[in-house]
């Protein structure tokens, strides 16, 4: 019995390559978004750690630093240590812009703000920056108003709430 095998091995070979092609295209778009949110994050992270070191180190521009100086808040204008426990983020619903909204809140400590104001502008620095940071990761500086608020990923936009001091 002579059987003839010829293109069968060429069709479970075909077969089998287009299954493998579909499963990578799959995953990397499962990974992409992934690996989207993962630097979202970082970026958070970074800025916010940007923003406590310019508050630690009292850096201001020249007319903020005469407001707190006039505002009673000349404690803000001296070194202080701030501590970023945790960053959690909530994601929301689709927004207006048909991206997943997150809202991303801080928790930090420091013993040195104490007032309800001080750390209402400290909070607000630290918040500002991390939607920079995320803005400047994925350049969509030009997507949002000048507060970065909200800041733009290709699939997420992200928001702020008020910081939570420990």
């Not at 059987?3 to 499963?23: A, C, K, P, R």
């Not at 990397?28 to 800025?47: D, F, P, Q």
């Not at 945790?86 to 997150?102: E, L, P, V």
């Amino acid at each position: 019995m002579n059987f003839d095998n010829n293109g069968q091995i060429s069709v479970e070979l075909l077969l089998l390559i287009g299954i493998t092609i579909i499963i990578v295209i799959s995953l990397s778009n499962i990974i992409n978004t992934e690996n989207e949110l993962n630097k979202a994050m970082i970026s958070a992270e970074n800025g916010a750690y940007e923003g406590i070191s310019i508050n630690s180190l009292a850096i201001y521009p020249e007319e903020t630093f005469e407001e707190y100086m006039n505002k009673s808040q000349e404690q803000l204008t001296h070194t202080k240590n701030i501590k970023i426990i945790k960053i959690d983020k909530k994601i929301q619903k689709t927004d207006k812009y048909n991206k997943t909204r997150i809202q991303l809140k801080v928790y930090a400590s420091s013993p040195y703000i104490n007032s309800k104001e001080d750390k209402e502008s400290t909070g607000d620095r630290i918040n500002y920056n991390i939607r920079k940071c995320i803005s400047e990761s994925f350049n969509s500086e030009n997507l949002s108003n000048a507060l970065y608020n909200p800041s733009f990923t290709p699939h997420y936009s992200f928001t702020t709430a008020n910081v939570q001091w420990i």
